[in-house]
């Protein structure tokens, strides 16, 4: 018996790195899921790729920023597959520079798909998955979220407010048989980070610790490991056992919080 057998799955942001490395782990695990996200390219040859494993695989092109989009598709996906358990809020950006020379569309953008996306999915799907008294939300934030980086006012303010909402939602939606958590890795190196300036990695890797360095040289492994991870969150038995990487320390200090 596969631990995610008969579940359905949103997850934002899936057609690359840490979403993509997820959306694997759920189909193997017996999952249907759902891969939204602006890539179409990649979309479709991972849905293509995975759509005759498990329960299916289906992509759908959403901006998590147009609360419009994603409220059609969470229609659209309750439609095809009858109901849906578990949200994975993944979908984010980066757009480094300080505070000096921070633009308002550096801002606005990453404020936009980093938490207003994440408000979008939730605002959308939480009534389905109140109305089944059952359902997962996940949502990802940052080891930066917690500690604060340099160069990265916006995407800390936003991984920040991802562990309040969280928490708020927490209290809300508990009471409706809906659980909510947030995941935080430490640094995984995905397209995303490939745009990230090197003092500012140099920065966060200083913030994170020398265990921050193998999980460079790891990445693969740790991605894999949030894979791995989040499934047991959906089924309630988060693995934590004793880890080398600092996703996983980041991710027992955030747990600790509810
Ligand atoms: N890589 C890291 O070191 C790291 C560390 C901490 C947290 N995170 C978080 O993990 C998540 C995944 O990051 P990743 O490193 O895998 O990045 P990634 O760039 O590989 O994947 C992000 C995905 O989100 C999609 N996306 C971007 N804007 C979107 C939008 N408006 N609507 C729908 N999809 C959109 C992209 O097309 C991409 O496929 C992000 O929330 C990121 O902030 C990453």
New binding site residues.
Partial sequence: MKRLNDKVAVI??????????TVRKFVAEGAAVSV????QQ??HRLANELSGQGAGCDFRK?????LKDVTEQTAAVRETFGRIDVLI??????RDATLLKMSEEQWDQVI???LK?VFNCARAIAPVMAEQSSGVIIN??????IYGNFGQTN?VA??SGVIGMTRVWARELGRKGIRVNA???????????KTVPEKIEEDLLAVVGSEANATRSL?GKV?QKIAELVPSLVGGSADLAPSTNT?LKAYEAITTLF
């Fill in positions: 934002t942001g899936g057609a690359s790195g840490i979403g993509e490395a939204w996200d602006l890539n990649r979309g959403v901006d998590v920023v147009s809020n993944n979908a984010g950006i980066t936009d798909i980093n996306g990802t934030s940052s080891v930066v979220g995407y936003s991984k995941v935080a890795p430490g640094f995984i190196a995905t397209e995303m980070m990445s991605m996703f």
